[in-house]
C-alpha cells in the first residue's frame, strides 16, 4: 500500500475526476451524431419514429451535457491546482488546444440551444436538421482539441526547454505530434460505439419490459447497426494504435503483453497471471499475432522489457485493463453481428431474450471499455507525465491539503451522479413513449404498429 503523500493524493483525485468525466465526455461526443442520423432518417423516410428518437435523445443528452461542463471545468482546475510544475512548462505549449476545446464546446452549445427550441418550427424539417450539424461538429472537434493534449503528453514536441525555462514554442507542431491522428481516431471511434451501444441497451431494456412496440424496435436496429459499424472502425483506429505504440513507445506495449524479452513471431497473451519469477500461468496465448499486430507481419521482431531500465517500465498490471479493453470491443462487435445475422435471415427471432438480453449488457460493457482504454493509456505512460521530459512525481503538487479536495470531489461527483440519474428517470418516466407518440403523431395507430416488421 503505497504511502498517501501529495503526489499519489493527487494522482488519486486526477484519476476520480477523468473516471467521472469521461462517462459524460463519451456520451457528449457520440449522441449528437446518433441524433443526427435519426432526425435524418425520419426526414427521408417521412418515419415519425426516427423523429421521436431524435428528439428524446436530444433531451436525455442535455442532461448529461450539464454534469459534463461540472466535471470538465473541475479538470482544469486540477491541472492548475495538483500539477503545477507540469503546467508551469507544459500550460504555454497546451494552452492554444485548451483555448480551443474551450471554443468548440460554446459552439456546440449555441447550436444545441437553437437545435433544441427550434423542433415544429420550420416548414421544411430538414432545415432543423442542419442545426444539428454543427453539434456533432463541435462536439467531435471538442473531442479532437483535448485529445492533442493528452497525446502531446505522450509525445512531446513544439517547444525547446533549457532546463525549467520555454526558450520557443510552436502550438500547432506540439498539436500535430505523432500521437495525434492514432488517439483521436481512437478517441472518436470508440465513442461513437459506446453510445450507440448505450441507446441500444436502452432499446433492448424496453422489449424486454413488454415495450416492444414500432418505436424501441426501430430504435434498436438503428443502434445495432451503428454499434457494428462503429465497433469495426474502433477496431481498425485500435490497430493503427498498436503500430504506433509499437514504434513509438514500445515499453508501454511490451508491459501491456507481457513481453519480457525482445523476440521475432511474438505471441500476444490475454489474461493470465504472473509468478513470482514473473513466468505466465494461464495465459491464453495467440501465435504469432503480437507480432502481426505491432508491424503487420507474423516474424517480426517486437521490443521487450529487456530494452528498458526498470524505472522507467509502467505497471505490468496494465496487461489487465488491455485485455478487458480488447474483450469487450471484440464482445460488442459480436453481438452486433449476431443482432444483424438473426434480423437478415429471418427463420430466428432477433427479439429473443437472451439476445436481447447480451445486448442491454453490451451497453454498460462498452462504458467500462472506454475506462479501462484510458487507464491503460494513461498509467502505461508512467513514471512519465511529460514522456522524456518531466515524471509524474515531479510535476506534482507539494500542497498537504489535496486529501480533503479527494473527499469533497468524490461528495460533488456522487451527488451529481445520482442527480443526474434521477432526473433522467423522471424525465423519461412520466413522459412514455406511448403517451408522446399519441400526442404529437396522431396518425401513428397501433393498427400501424402491430404490421411494423424489422
Same mark, same amino acid.
Given at each position: 500500500?503505497?504511502?498517501?503523500?501529495?503526489?499519489?493524493?493527487?494522482?488519486?483525485?486526477?484519476?476520480?475526476?477523468?473516471?467521472?468525466?469521461?462517462?459524460?465526455?463519451?456520451?457528449?461526443?457520440?449522441?449528437?451524431?446518433?441524433?443526427?442520423?435519426?432526425?435524418?432518417?425520419?426526414?427521408?423516410?417521412?418515419?415519425?419514429?426516427?423523429?421521436?428518437?431524435?428528439?428524446?435523445?436530444?433531451?436525455?443528452?442535455?442532461?448529461?451535457?450539464?454534469?459534463?461542463?461540472?466535471?470538465?471545468?473541475?479538470?482544469?482546475?486540477?491541472?492548475?491546482?495538483?500539477?503545477?510544475?507540469?503546467?508551469?512548462?507544459?500550460?504555454?505549449?497546451?494552452?492554444?488546444?485548451?483555448?480551443?476545446?474551450?471554443?468548440?464546446?460554446?459552439?456546440?452549445?449555441?447550436?444545441?440551444?437553437?437545435?433544441?427550441?427550434?423542433?415544429?418550427?420550420?416548414?421544411?424539417?430538414?432545415?432543423?436538421?442542419?442545426?444539428?450539424?454543427?453539434?456533432?461538429?463541435?462536439?467531435?472537434?471538442?473531442?479532437?482539441?483535448?485529445?492533442?493534449?493528452?497525446?502531446?503528453?505522450?509525445?512531446?514536441?513544439?517547444?525547446?526547454?533549457?532546463?525549467?525555462?520555454?526558450?520557443?514554442?510552436?502550438?500547432?507542431?506540439?498539436?500535430?505530434?505523432?500521437?495525434?491522428?492514432?488517439?483521436?481516431?481512437?478517441?472518436?471511434?470508440?465513442?461513437?460505439?459506446?453510445?450507440?451501444?448505450?441507446?441500444?441497451?436502452?432499446?433492448?431494456?424496453?422489449?424486454?419490459? &413488454? @415495450?416492444? %412496440?414500432?418505436?424501441?424496435?426501430?430504435? =434498436?436496429? +438503428?443502434? !445495432?447497426?451503428?454499434?457494428?459499424?462503429?465497433?469495426?472502425?474502433?477496431?481498425?483506429?485500435?490497430?493503427?494504435?498498436?503500430?504506433?505504440?509499437?514504434?513509438?513507445?514500445?515499453?508501454?506495449?511490451?508491459?501491456?503483453?507481457?513481453?519480457?524479452?525482445?523476440?521475432?513471431?511474438?505471441?500476444?497473451?490475454?489474461?493470465?497471471?504472473?509468478?513470482?519469477?514473473?513466468?505466465?500461468?494461464?495465459?491464453?496465448?495467440?501465435?504469432?499475432?503480437?507480432?502481426?499486430?505491432?508491424?503487420?507481419?507474423?516474424?517480426?521482431?517486437?521490443?521487450?522489457?529487456?530494452?528498458?531500465?526498470?524505472?522507467?517500465?509502467?505497471?505490468?498490471?496494465?496487461?489487465?485493463?488491455?485485455?478487458?479493453?480488447?474483450?469487450?470491443?471484440?464482445?460488442?462487435?459480436?453481438?452486433?453481428?449476431?443482432?444483424?445475422?438473426?434480423?437478415?435471415? &429471418? @427463420?430466428? %427471432?432477433?427479439?429473443?431474450?437472451?439476445? =436481447?438480453? +447480451?445486448? !442491454?449488457?453490451?451497453?454498460?460493457?462498452?462504458?467500462?471499455?472506454?475506462?479501462?482504454?484510458?487507464?491503460?493509456?494513461?498509467?502505461?505512460?508512467?513514471?512519465?507525465?511529460?514522456?522524456?521530459?518531466?515524471?509524474?512525481?515531479?510535476?506534482?503538487?507539494?500542497?498537504?491539503?489535496?486529501?480533503?479536495?479527494?473527499?469533497?470531489?468524490?461528495?460533488?461527483?456522487?451527488?451529481?451522479?445520482?442527480?443526474?440519474?434521477?432526473?433522467?428517470?423522471?424525465?423519461?418516466?412520466?413522459?412514455?413513449?406511448?403517451?408522446?407518440?399519441?400526442?404529437?403523431?396522431?396518425?401513428?395507430?397501433?393498427?400501424?404498429?402491430?404490421?411494423?416488421?424489422?
Amino acid at each position: 500500500m503505497p504511502e498517501l503523500d501529495s503526489v499519489v493524493l493527487s494522482r488519486m483525485l486526477t484519476s476520480l475526476t477523468l473516471v467521472f468525466h469521461i462517462i459524460f465526455a463519451t456520451i457528449g461526443v457520440g449522441v449528437p451524431l446518433m441524433v443526427s442520423i435519426a432526425e435524418y432518417i425520419g426526414i427521408k423516410k417521412k418515419d415519425s419514429h426516427y423523429i421521436l428518437l431524435a428528439r428524446r435523445w436530444t433531451r436525455g443528452f442535455v442532461i448529461t451535457v450539464a454534469i459534463g461542463v461540472v466535471t470538465g471545468t473541475a479538470i482544469g482546475l486540477q491541472l492548475s491546482l495538483l500539477w503545477p510544475s507540469f503546467m508551469q512548462i507544459a500550460g504555454n505549449v497546451i494552452s492554444l488546444p485548451l483555448f480551443l476545446e474551450t471554443f468548440a464546446f460554446f459552439f456546440e452549445a449555441i447550436f444545441l440551444g437553437a437545435y433544441l427550441y427550434t423542433w415544429d418550427r420550420f416548414k421544411k424539417p430538414i432545415y432543423h436538421w442542419l442545426l444539428s450539424i454543427p453539434v456533432v461538429i463541435g462536439s467531435g472537434m471538442s473531442a479532437v482539441f483535448i485529445t492533442t493534449v493528452n497525446a502531446f503528453m505522450n509525445a512531446p514536441q513544439g517547444f525547446t526547454l533549457e532546463g525549467r525555462t520555454i526558450t520557443t514554442i510552436d502550438p500547432i507542431a506540439a498539436m500535430l505530434n505523432p500521437a495525434t491522428p492514432t488517439k483521436v481516431a481512437h478517441v472518436l471511434t470508440s465513442s461513437y460505439f459506446t453510445s450507440a451501444a448505450i441507446l441500444a441497451a436502452i432499446a433492448a431494456y424496453s422489449i424486454l419490459r &413488454k @415495450k416492444s %412496440n414500432v418505436y424501441h424496435r426501430k430504435a =434498436l436496429k +438503428l443502434t !445495432v447497426t451503428l454499434t457494428l459499424m462503429f465497433g469495426i472502425l474502433t477496431a481498425v483506429a485500435g490497430d493503427f494504435s498498436a503500430k504506433y505504440l509499437a514504434e513509438n513507445q514500445p515499453e508501454k506495449l511490451a508491459a501491456a503483453e507481457w513481453l519480457f524479452e525482445t523476440e521475432e513471431g511474438a505471441d500476444l497473451i490475454m489474461f493470465g497471471r504472473l509468478n513470482e519469477s514473473n513466468e505466465i500461468v494461464g495465459g491464453i496465448r495467440f501465435p504469432k499475432l503480437l507480432s502481426f499486430l505491432a508491424n503487420g507481419d507474423f516474424n517480426s521482431e517486437v521490443t521487450g522489457l529487456d530494452q528498458f531500465p526498470e524505472s522507467l517500465t509502467p505497471p505490468l498490471w496494465i496487461h489487465y485493463m488491455f485485455d478487458f479493453m480488447i474483450t469487450i470491443g471484440m464482445y460488442g462487435i459480436g453481438v452486433s453481428l449476431l443482432y444483424i445475422l438473426f434480423m437478415r435471415l &429471418k @427463420k430466428w %427471432n432477433e427479439l429473443n431474450k437472451p439476445l =436481447l438480453w +447480451l445486448l !442491454v449488457a453490451n451497453g454498460p460493457l462498452a462504458m467500462l471499455g472506454i475506462e479501462f482504454g484510458w487507464i491503460y493509456a494513461e498509467v502505461g505512460r508512467q513514471p512519465w507525465i511529460l514522456k522524456g521530459y518531466m515524471k509524474v512525481a515531479e510535476g506534482a503538487t507539494t500542497s498537504p491539503n489535496v486529501g480533503l479536495m479527494f473527499l469533497l470531489f468524490l461528495a460533488l461527483y456522487t451527488a451529481l451522479g445520482v442527480t443526474c440519474v434521477v432526473v433522467l428517470r423522471k424525465m423519461f418516466r412520466n413522459n412514455p413513449v406511448e403517451l408522446e407518440l399519441e400526442h404529437r403523431y396522431p396518425n401513428v395507430t397501433k393498427k400501424d404498429d402491430s404490421k411494423w416488421t424489422t
